[in-house]
């Protein structure tokens, strides 16, 4: 017990750290490179940054009281401990922006601007949801859309920020708009290496009584192979069929709703595959 008690505290300050490194790193790409750069961004930060050149609210202000209402939304959908977290690192990005008002770097070309802001909006966010938080705004949007659409969190981040973005050309204009989507996009690509790695696959194991009837789905409709293995149960010693399948990130869903489908208490096992090497994946490197 006490070593259980002593790895959660390790772990809960573990996200800590990521989550306040996170928020301070998000911050600098909104101060420091995106404002002075007239760019955009999407979800409530996008809005905040908005007011700010239509108003000049400050966006540490802005951002509190939008993301305390998404908040209000997100509390009946997500999870307690990703509540608790959001909390800290909404707070903690309240915080930062404040203190990192004053600092501010004004490229020659605005395209620096947007790929310096959309690198650590990615790295900053990604280190915000690995230590187990959202940054709010579309952020939680997307979790709730990765959690009961089986979306990929970083792409339904952009769908969601895309809403606020391309209004956003009536205030920052047609180029800078344009750019903004650039940020967005370098932000997407950095937050989804960050969450899922290079080459993000699944392997499966799935034991069920329907395996025909799975296999013959997941050939017509994933069109992925199937390895077969012949299993037996230690407690019964009955005979059982193994279906092994390896996947891309996005086919989870559909195979979960095919396995579903045909039975609904099938135990299948979901494992991150770290790299794939063959047909239909990445081509096996050989030395001549």
């Known amino acids: 017990m006490h070593r259980k008690e002593k790895k959660m505290k390790k772990e809960t300050v573990l996200n800590l750290i990521k989550i306040v490194v996170g928020a301070f790193l998000f911050s600098l790409a909104v101060n420091v490179f995106a404002i002075p750069s007239h760019l955009g961004e999407g979800g409530v930060t996008g809005l905040t940054m908005l007011?700010?050149?239509?108003?000049?609210?400050?966006?540490?202000?802005?951002?509190?009281?939008?993301?305390?209402?998404?908040?209000?939304?997100?509390?009946?959908?997500?999870?307690?401990?990703?509540?608790?977290?959001t909390i800290v690192a909404i707070s903690f990005t309240a915080i930062f922006l404040h203190f990192t008002e004053p600092l501010a770097f004004h490229p020659h070309q605005t395209i620096i601007g947007a790929l310096a802001a959309g690198s650590l909006m990615g790295i900053g966010m990604g280190l915000i949801m690995n230590g187990g938080g959202t940054t709010a705004g579309s952020a939680i949007l997307a979790k709730i859309a990765n959690k009961y659409l089986g979306w990929n969190t970083s792409y339904a981040l952009l769908f969601f920020d895309l809403i606020v973005v391309i209004p956003s050309v009536f205030v920052i204009?047609?180029?800078?708009?344009?750019?903004?989507?650039?940020?967005?996009?370098?932000?997407?690509?950095?937050?989804?290496?960050?969450?899922?790695?290079?080459?993000?696959?699944?392997?499966?194991?799935?034991?069920?009584?329907?395996?025909?009837?799975?296999?013959?789905?997941?050939?017509?409709?994933?069109?992925?192979?199937?390895?077969?293995?012949?299993?037996?149960?230690?407690?019964?010693?009955?005979?059982?069929?193994?279906?092994?399948?390896?996947?891309?990130?996005?086919?989870?869903?559909?195979?979960?709703?095919?396995?579903?489908?045909?039975?609904?208490?099938?135990?299948?096992?979901?494992?991150?595959?770290?790299?794939?090497?063959?047909?239909?994946?990445?081509?096996?490197?050989?030395?001549?």
Do not use: C
Request: no cysteine; proline share 2%.
């Open 51 to 85: 007011l700010y050149y239509l108003v000049g609210i400050a966006p540490a202000i802005t951002t509190l009281i939008f993301n305390g209402i998404l908040m209000i939304i997100g509390y009946r959908y997500l999870d307690r401990s990703t509540i608790l977290w």
């Open 173 to 288: 204009g047609l180029e800078n708009m344009l750019l903004t989507i650039v940020s967005l996009y370098i932000s997407t690509k950095v937050l989804d290496f960050i969450l899922e790695g290079y080459n993000p696959k699944k392997s499966v194991t799935i034991i069920s009584e329907k395996y025909e009837a799975i296999a013959a789905d997941i050939d017509q409709e994933l069109e992925r192979g199937i390895t077969l293995f012949h299993g037996q149960g230690y407690y019964l010693k009955q005979d059982k069929m193994i279906l092994y399948i390896v996947i891309s990130r996005a086919q989870l869903l559909p195979l979960t709703k095919i396995v579903n489908r045909h039975d609904d208490k099938a135990f299948f096992i979901i494992n991150d595959a770290q790299s794939v090497v063959g047909e239909g994946f990445t081509k096996q490197i050989t030395s001549e």
